[in-house]
Each structure stands twice: as C-alpha cells, then as structure tokens.
C-alpha cells in the first residue's frame, strides 16, 4: 500500500491521486518552498518525476507530452520566478494546440496580500498565456478545479492551463473523495448534417478543390479519417508546417503538394493560388496568416475544425463543420464526389515533382561550410520509420521544414505559433521519455542551442538518448535575412564562438563537429548508436537563404 509523509490525506496528495486517475505518467518541474508539498507526494507516486534545469524547459516538455498523447503533460514550479519562468512555455503551447497542467506554489492565503518573499498575483500574470488561469483558496476546490482545467487543457482546441497552490492549501486535509474520477475527457460527434451536405455541394461544384492540413489535423487519432478522405477524394493537399505531412498521401495516394508557410514561393503555394475552393483540416490562422495565401479571393473556403473558425477579412469561411474532426471526415468521405480539372491534378504532381528536385539537388552539394540542401538532404536520410524528430526556430526550421517529409503522425515537432527559440532540446527529451529505444533527432541554430542547451544534463541524468544538429552560422540568421530582405542591413544578429564538442562533453555527451559534407553520413551513423545525448556541429553556409525570398509574392512585413 502507498504511504505518505506526514499526512496522506493533504492536498497535495490529493492532485497527485487525481493526475494519475488521469493517466499522467510524467512530471517535470523545479523544486522550490512553495510547492515541495507536491514534489514528497510525488516520491510516493506512480509517476516518475523530472528535475528539470529551468521551469521553461518544464514546460516546453509537458507540452511535448501533451500534443505526443492527446493527455495533459504536467509541470509545477514554485512560486514568483519559478512560475514566471513558465510563462513562455504554456503561451507557446496554447498558440500551437498543446494540452499542459501547470501548478504554481504560491504564498499562504493570509500572505497574499503582504509584501513577503516571491508573493505575485501569478493567476492575471497568466490569463494571457492560458486557456484557464485560477487560484485553488479552499481545500474543497482542489477536485472542482483540477477537473475542470484538464478539461479546459484538453478540450477543443488544446492548449496550456495553469492553477496556483497556496503552500497552506497544499498542506491542508483534502475533504473530498480521493479516489474520483476527474476531467474525464468527453467524446465529439460529427459535424452537422446541414453543414456537411453545404460542403459536399461546394466540393461536387468544384473543378480545382484543395486541403489545408493545420496542426490539429496532424494527431494520431485522425489519421484513418484523412487516409480515407483523401483516398476517396482525390484532393489534393498542401500543409502547415505543423499540418500532417507526406505519410497522408504514401497511405492514401493522394497528391501532396508540399508545406506552405512565411512566404508564399513555394510550388504548394501557386496550386493553392489556382484553386476554386479550398478546405480547411484543423487549420488556426497562426500557422500561416490567412491575408498572405487568401486576400482578394472570392473563392469559397470549408473549415472543418474542433471550434468555429476565428474569422479573419481573408478568411471567412462559406460553411464550418465544428465537432471531432475524425468524425466530421468520415462523415464527409460518405458523400464526397469530385470532378477534379485533369490539368489541376498535373499542375499539383508538377509542384510535387519541382519539390524532389530541389531536395535532390543537395546530394551534390560538396562545399563547406555545408549548405542547407545538403544538409536536408543528409537529415532526410536519417528519417526511417522509427525517427521522432524536433525542430527548433531559425533559419534551419525553415529549410527543413520546406524541404524534409514527414512519414507519420506528428512525427515532426515545430514551434509554428509563437516560434519560440529553444524548444527543440526539451522536446527531443521528452520524446526519449515517450519512446524510449527509438530514433530521436533534434536540429537548432547556434543560437537557439544555447537557450535551453543546459538541459542536456538533465537528459545524461534521466538516461534520454537522442541526437541533436547544431546548424552554425554564427548569428540568428533567420532575423538577418529578414532584417536584409525589409531594411537592407542587418543589426543585432552577430553571436560569438563556442566549441559544441566540449559543451557536450561536458556534460557527459558525446560531440562532433563537421569538417566536410561528405563526413555527414559516417557520424550519423556513429551517432544513431550512442549510448548518451550527441552533438553534431555542423557550419552552414546560408548564402543561399536567397533561394528562400525568391517569387515571394507578399509584401514582407515580418
């Protein structure tokens, strides 16, 4: 029988009952007074508990947990800096659709008000970063409140909720039913019938239809619907940069256009221009502003979604079908018939087949500092059926995720929303965590590396394996070609010198750096069999980020 220090029956105890009813398997977090209550009910816990380096590591792995499992991935801080340092994690995972539980130590209720040590009114601090930001004051809240924000995380569009614990509530008797059952997620049905008979006729009518797979169309429980969809329909399809990728069309033999997203210059974006109607799978404005790729379109536009669309000057959709958006699709892929323009559907394999050439023109690419294409071209390589890979943001997000194809459900990660640096470390740990003796790939900048790259002692620590690509440049090269491409000069963006072998190695990583593209093979393979976390640093030439702003048709404001 479990037991508990001091009093089994407290609060804290209590949540850590209810997040395993729950099927919480992890936790992340960094201890602190406020909030240690949680960290001892936690050693009596089925759940494993990850000591993190910075909160906002914390969360950015809850968050990977969360869109990985569909379930909240959990994370706890104490309270002042501990959860301000949250803050960037949950605003990243409720801009991107991610469910995460975050719970703040707070100071006792009576101190609240006092000007004492790490007191902040931490519940407003959130509001903006959240779904749902409360303050648990009473004992008997702690079930109300823990179930209702589950729910709120994981319900319709996903995304990040966070609860204050007072020390004092945590340590009080919990007063209900410890055994409850709490946040039980319920099921969606189908869109309705009007709504999906009005989309039918939009699609019979049409002679140059299109899908846009969004984030949310990317989980795993939705594939079977897409796969069947698209096999049905013959539309073709185009996706965000966090949509579901190339693995619709191997399954279904639809025609997959390629990624669209920043700048609209790629082959995916002129068949989306020609198009006469277009639908929406799981797609939030976000991911690609809706006044870059529709303005000035009076084409009719389906939304098939979880929740009503945010309606947008440039996207205000002819019909919506809201509800489970496997449901919806199958409920579609009854009634769908389509006449689709031969001439469209070669235009659509034209764009397919200019995005191979470009991939393929990598392979011969021999000078050094390596250039991009090559690089893609040796990281597509790597990508076999058992590689989870995670993208940080920068120049190198934008070329992989042109250019590199991803062969099953969210087997790709990319911070699309807020774009936030730094992620790519913590999620390729916590992917370690979820699929422990399977590929892990990481890739970042030289500078996105150094935000959360201390995290690579807590990967040694836990026993994490996975392997990261360091593309230097020595700047943050993304905002230099944006600075170049609106201003014609560039401020800010030079970055010092580090040596990533000896960074890893310090750590207890192994490190290589790249004195040829044609060592890039070798050390992957060498690397893919380490026993520890590797670094592999390899210097790029991003001369050829032209090749990204060529044809690029809107004005750039970004």
């Not at 620590?461 to 600075?483: L, N, P, Q, T, Y």
Request: aromatic share 8%; charged share 20%; net charge negative.
């Amino acid at each position: 029988m479990t037991t508990y220090p001091n009093n089994p029956k407290n609060c804290a105890n209590a949540i850590v009952k209810i997040l395993e009813n729950h099927g919480v398997t992890h936790v992340f977090g960094i201890p602190g007074t406020k909030i240690d209550s949680l960290f001892l009910a936690l050693n009596y816990s089925k759940i494993k508990l990850i000591v993190c380096q910075h909160e906002q590591n914390a969360a950015f792995m809850a968050a990977a947990f969360g869109r990985l499992t569909g379930k909240v991935g959990v994370c706890i801080a104490t309270s002042g800096p501990g959860t301000t340092n949250l803050t960037t994690g949950l605003a990243t995972a409720t801009s991107e659709g991610d469910p995460v539980l975050a719970i703040g130590g707070e100071v006792p209720v009576d101190e609240r008000l006092k000007k004492t040590h790490q007191s902040l009114d931490s519940t407003d601090l959130m509001k903006e970063a959240t779904k749902l930001s409360v303050e648990i004051v009473t004992p008997d809240q702690v079930g109300e409140l823990m179930g209702n924000a589950i729910r709120v995380a994981e319900s319709g569009r996903p995304g990040a909720v966070f609860l204050s614990l007072p020390k004092d509530v945590s340590l009080a008797d919990y007063p209900g039913d410890i055994d409850a059952i709490w946040g039980k997620k319920l099921p969606m049905g189908s869109a309705a019938k009007s709504t999906i008979n009005e989309a039918l006729n939009i699609l019979k009518a049409s002679k140059r239809p299109i899908a846009i797979l969004g984030m949310q169309s990317s989980a795993q429980n939705t594939s079977d619907a897409l796969i069947n969809f698209f096999k049905k329909s013959g539309i073709p399809y185009v996706s965000t940069f966090q949509g579901a990728g190339a693995w619709v069309a191997e399954s279904s033999g639809a025609t997959y256009a390629g990624r669209i997203g920043l700048f609209r210059n790629q082959p995916a974006d002129k068949l989306l221009n020609q198009a006469d109607a277009i639908l929406t799978i799981g797609y939030d404005p976000i991911e690609y502003d809706p006044s870059i790729w529709n303005t000035n379109s009076s084409r009719p536009v389906i939304c098939l979604d979880v929740i009503p669309s945010y309606q947008d000057n440039a996207f205000l959709p002819s019909t919506e079908l809201i509800g489970d958006i496997g449901e919806s699709l199958s409920a579609l892929t009854v009634g769908v018939t389509t006449q689709i323009d031969p001439t469209f559907m070669l235009d659509a394999q034209a764009a397919v087949k200019a995005l191979k050439d470009t991939i393929d023109e990598g392979k011969s690419m021999n000078n050094f500092p390596v250039e991009p294409l090559r690089l893609v071209y040796e990281l597509q390589k790597q990508m076999t059926p058992d590689t989870h890979v995670a993208l940080d943001v920068g120049s190198n997000y934008i070329w992989m995720n042109r250019y590199s194809v991803a062969d099953h459900a969210r087997s790709f990660l990319v911070s699309n929303g807020q774009q936030t640096l730094g992620v790519s470390i913590p999620w390729a740990i916590a992917m370690s965590l979820l699929y422990p003796g399977e590929r892990i790939l990481s890739t970042s900048g030289d500078g996105g590396f150094l935000f959360t790259g201390t995290e690579l002692a807590t990967a040694v620590r836990i026993g994490a394996k996975f392997v990261h690509v360091i593309w230097d440049s020595g700047s943050f090269d993304m905002v230099g070609f944006e600075e170049r491409a609106q201003y014609g000069e560039t401020a800010g963006i030079k970055l010092g010198h580090y040596d990533p072998v000896k960074f890893a190695e310090s750590f207890g990583c192994k490190g290589y750096s790249v004195k040829s593209a044609d060592e890039l093979p070798g050390i992957f393979e060498e690397a893919f069999k380490s026993d520890v976390p590797v670094l592999i640093h390899v210097p790029v030439d991003y001369s050829l980020n032209d090749l990204l702003f060529e044809n690029v048709v809107q004005s750039f404001v970004n």
